[in-house]
T-cell receptor, first 112, second 112 residues
Framework: DAGITQSPRHKVTETGTPVTLRCHQT?????MYWYRQDPGHGLRLIHY???????DKGEVSDGYSVSRSKTEDFLLTLESATSSQTSVYFC???????????FGNGTRLTVT | QKEVEQNSGPLSVPEGAIASLNCTYS??????FFWYRQYSGKSPELIMS????GDKEDGRFTAQLNKASQYVSLLIRDSQPSDSATYLC????????????FGGGTRLMVKP
């Protein structure tokens, strides 16, 4: 999967707890993205990064924050998890921001 | 709100037939178009990109773009059971910061 590792692969957590998902890339690509995928909604962008410490919101950013302190790592944090954040989360990377994205294997998050 | 529409399917075709997958989009400023294949429980995989009107062929796959009609399609020739998957259409504007917007996907079933 284009040198992208997501961790953890599966996580079950309780409502109200903070959760951090990690995306690590070995491709040295400038752009990194976090998407969530839900039945009936498809893939929706949460946040993206266009460089170290440079991030911007996507269409479903409420309740999520991100950080990128190194080129290779992009962290997604759910400040206080809710059941509506139960989803499959995908990290993706792009070299230029113009071409297609390459996705990691995903993290299945369940909030109980 | 930029929209990308796909028939959810399932689209069922016999082995060896041509599968035709269609996608329409709302933003006339869209410049880049992508097709992803997603097997059940797996991450999306980029299979085709197209940027100008007309056809683009890659092996058994042909992407077709008509910007005037805001329509992009994917043809799969000599369909195989291994092509059974969900196919996602995605579109993007001409700025590197533009988001990639995904359609909901069409589920393709190729029957032996």
């Amino acid at each position: 999967d284009a040198g992208i590792t997501q961790s953890p692969r599966h996580k079950v957590t309780e409502t109200g707890t903070p959760v951090t998902l990690r995306c690590h890339q070995t491709e040295n690509h400038r752009y990194m993205y976090w998407y969530r995928q839900d039945p009936g909604h498809g893939l929706r962008l949460i946040h993206y990064s266009y460089g170290v410490k440079d991030t911007d919101k996507g269409e479903v950013s409420d309740g999520y924050s991100v950080s990128r302190s190194k080129t290779e790592d992009f962290l997604l944090t759910l400040e206080s998890a809710t059941s509506s954040q139960t989803s499959v989360y995908f990290c993706a990377i792009s070299e230029s921001g113009f071409g297609g994205l390459h996705f990691g294997n995903g993290t299945r998050l369940t909030v109980t | 709100q930029k929209e990308v529409e796909q028939n959810s399917g399932p689209l069922s075709v016999p082995e060896g037939a041509i599968a035709s997958l269609n996608c329409t989009y709302s933003d006339r400023g869209s410049q880049s178009f992508f097709w992803y294949r997603q097997y059940s429980g797996k991450s999306p995989e980029l299979i085709m990109s197209i940027y100008s009107n007309g056809d683009k062929e890659d092996g058994r796959f042909t992407a077709q773009l008509n910007k005037a009609s805001q329509y992009v399609s994917l043809l799969i020739r000599d369909s195989q059971p291994s092509d059974s998957a969900t196919y996602l259409c995605a579109v993007k504007g001409d700025n590197a910061g533009n988001m990639l917007t995904f359609g909901g996907g069409t589920r393709l079933m190729v029957k032996p």
